[in-house]
């Protein structure tokens, strides 16, 4: 850890709820977070140390959805302290995992889980970082991939856009020359509606992919629903494959179209 200079921006990086896998893929980069010291100052990590200088910020990261009134309040303040922010991670950029509380009854989960449901206050409903302030950019994954991140982080010392592919898994399935799990083997896969950014990881070792980098920039899902079930997903299987790791951000694509037919 190094204390901020004056003259190098300054990166804080924060947790809302979540489960640190994305903040440990930063620590990940060793190497390249050796050399990334030496041109930004870490003035918040409390992953990494404990040290903490004032803000402002010049980039803010950001893990973890809001699923609290705490989180709402802090997510505000974070917003105001960073001049970018950047939301890190399926839960932050999509309500993550445990967004599947917004298809369900929280008040019965809290009463059934805790012996004193007093003692917890929670928001019904788990939503990503940009549902309550202004993001600058997002960087999808569970976890995020760590050639991604420093792209964002190299980016953002460069002053432009980070260079991000909105394309979907199929892409990156052709470009390491991947057989199509669903054409060949009749697998049922998520990859021509997923953000690229895994290096198509599942179908490379012959499963579908399962959607942990949320819906790319173009989904198009009345088509990919129909073969899904021609591939043996039933409903409630279809509904289970794309409520997983970013929960609520397919269903907000009109997921469900039972009565949708393969076209030839």
Same mark, same amino acid.
């Not at 788990?126 to 960087?139: R, Y």
């Not at 964002?152 to 991000?164: M, S, Y």
């Given at each position: 850890?190094?204390?901020?200079?004056?003259?190098?921006?300054?990166?804080?990086?924060?947790? !809302?709820?979540?489960?640190?896998?994305?903040? !440990?893929?930063?620590?990940?980069?060793?190497?390249?977070?050796?050399?990334?010291?030496?041109?930004?100052?870490?003035?918040?990590?409390?992953?990494? =140390?404990?040290?903490?200088?004032?803000?402002?910020?010049?980039?803010?990261?950001?893990?973890?959805?809001?699923?609290?009134?705490?989180?709402?309040? %802090?997510?505000?303040?974070?917003?105001? +302290?960073?001049?970018?922010?950047?939301?890190?991670?399926?839960?932050?950029?999509?309500?993550?995992?445990?967004?599947?509380?917004?298809?369900?009854?929280?008040?019965?989960?809290? +009463?059934?889980?805790?012996?004193?449901?007093?003692?917890?206050?929670?928001?019904?409903?788990?939503?990503?970082?940009?549902?309550?302030?202004?993001?600058?950019?997002?960087?999808?994954?569970?976890?995020?991939?760590?050639?991604?991140?420093?792209?964002?982080?190299?980016?953002?010392?460069?002053?432009?856009?980070?260079?991000?592919?909105?394309? =979907?898994?199929?892409?990156?399935?052709?470009?390491?020359?991947?057989?199509?799990?669903?054409?060949?083997?009749?697998?049922?896969?998520?990859?021509?509606?997923?953000?690229?950014?895994?290096?198509?990881?599942?179908?490379?070792?012959?499963?579908?992919?399962?959607?942990?980098?949320?819906?790319?920039? =173009?989904?198009?899902?009345?088509? =990919?629903?129909?073969?899904?079930?021609?591939?043996?997903?039933?409903?409630?299987?279809?509904?289970?494959?794309? %409520?997983?790791?970013?929960?609520?951000?397919?269903?907000?694509?009109?997921?469900?179209?039972?009565?949708?037919?393969?076209?030839?």
């Amino acid at each position: 850890m190094t204390a901020p200079s004056p003259a190098a921006p300054t990166l804080a990086v924060f947790k !809302l709820a979540s489960c640190d896998g994305c903040q !440990l893929t930063l620590l990940d980069c060793e190497d390249e977070l050796l050399a990334l010291t030496g041109r930004v100052g870490i003035a918040h990590f409390l992953e990494a =140390s404990g040290a903490v200088a004032p803000g402002p910020y010049d980039l803010g990261l950001v893990e973890g959805s809001v699923t609290t009134p705490d989180d709402a309040r %802090r997510i505000r303040e974070i917003r105001a +302290r960073c001049r970018v922010l950047v939301t890190i991670g399926a839960c932050a950029t999509a309500g993550g995992i445990q967004a599947l509380r917004n298809f369900a009854d929280v008040e019965e989960f809290r +009463r059934t889980v805790y012996a004193r449901p007093d003692y917890i206050e929670t928001l019904a409903t788990s939503t990503p970082v940009s549902a309550h302030v202004d993001v600058d950019f997002e960087l999808r994954g569970c976890p995020i991939d760590r050639g991604q991140l420093l792209e964002v982080l190299t980016a953002f010392l460069a002053g432009r856009r980070p260079d991000v592919p909105d394309h =979907s898994v199929c892409f990156q399935c052709k470009r390491r020359g991947t057989v199509c799990v669903t054409v060949a083997h009749g697998t049922p896969c998520l990859g021509p509606v997923t953000h690229a950014g895994c290096g198509a990881i599942c179908p490379a070792y012959g499963r579908g992919c399962y959607g942990c980098f949320g819906p790319s920039g =173009s989904v198009n899902l009345p088509a =990919s629903i129909p073969l899904l079930h021609r591939d043996g997903l039933e409903d409630r299987a279809t509904e289970r494959l794309l %409520r997983t790791f970013n929960a609520a951000a397919f269903d907000g694509l009109d997921a469900c179209h039972e009565d949708e037919e393969v076209r030839p």
